[in-house]
């Protein structure tokens, strides 16, 4: 069954409008949780390391006052996408690091993403 | 230079056909190597992880030549589920579990 989840899986809305992403961990806590975005036929890029308790780390070129993390849980991340533009319309994708995981070897868990267009 | 290039394809062949893909790094502090699959629209999905010695699931066989920075891929007896894009992916380092993705090569079993 599912090990992460990601709430919604798709939105749409209007250019200006914030929009928030959640990822769960299911039966599991997960200390770091990872963000990623994917354009059309291009690759996963990461966004973000998130990390329970502290502020995300944010790779280089990643607007962080844009692209809002708060992992106020170690069972819960959530992503908001502020001021939402058509260029932000993109595949988003959470993973945990799974050490927090019974019987894990050393596997990264990625939710099932979330399709965000923008108007 | 890309972190990690892989050949776009895509790559059309036949049922039951022997298929390999190739992926060079460029990151030399990577440590874990892997292989993901990935579905049209889906998240990708963990298809093996590759370790140097190399290593065999079923039909799939992925190889490690740290030295060149190269990484493989060889799928025998091809399915139609196999259908897919194949990413190659890499960590940042010893411990990080920060992973760097290639764009995926995309291969299409024909019945």
């Known amino acids: 069954g599912a090990v992460v989840s990601q709430h919604p899986s798709w939105v749409i809305c209007k250019s200006g409008t914030s929009v928030k992403i959640e990822c769960r961990s299911l039966?599991?806590?997960?200390?770091?949780m990872f963000w990623y975005r994917q354009f059309p036929k291009q690759s996963l890029m990461l966004m973000a390391t998130?990390?329970?308790?502290?502020?995300?780390?944010?790779e280089q070129g990643v607007e962080k006052d844009k692209f809002l993390i708060n992992h106020a849980s170690l069972t819960l991340s959530t992503l908001t996408v502020t001021s939402a533009h058509p260029e932000d319309s993109s595949f988003y994708i959470c993973?945990?690091?799974?050490?927090?995981?019974?019987?894990?070897?050393?596997?990264?868990?990625f939710g099932p993403g979330t399709r965000l267009t923008v108007l | 230079r890309k972190e990690v290039e892989q050949d776009p394809g895509p790559f059309n062949v036949p049922e039951g056909a022997t298929v390999a893909f190739n992926c060079t790094y460029s990151?030399?502090?990577?440590?874990?190597f892997f292989w993901y699959r990935q579905d049209c629209r889906k998240e990708p999905k963990l298809l093996m992880s590759?370790?140097?010695s190399g290593n065999e699931d079923g039909r799939f066989t992925a190889q490690l030549n740290r030295a060149s920075q190269y990484i493989s891929l060889l799928i025998r007896d091809s399915k139609l589920s196999d259908s897919a894009t194949y990413l190659c992916?890499?960590?940042?380092?010893?411990?990080?579990?920060?992973?760097?993705f290639g764009k995926g090569t995309k291969l299409s079993v024909i019945p």
């Open positions: 992916v890499v960590n940042r380092g010893a411990g990080s579990y920060q992973l760097t």
């Open positions: 039966d599991f806590q997960a200390t770091t």
């Open positions: 590759v370790y140097s």
């Open positions: 990151n030399s502090a990577s440590q874990s």
């Open positions: 993973s945990t690091e799974g050490s927090g995981r019974a019987g894990n070897t050393d596997t990264q868990y």
């Open positions: 998130s990390n329970e308790g502290s502020k995300a780390t944010y």
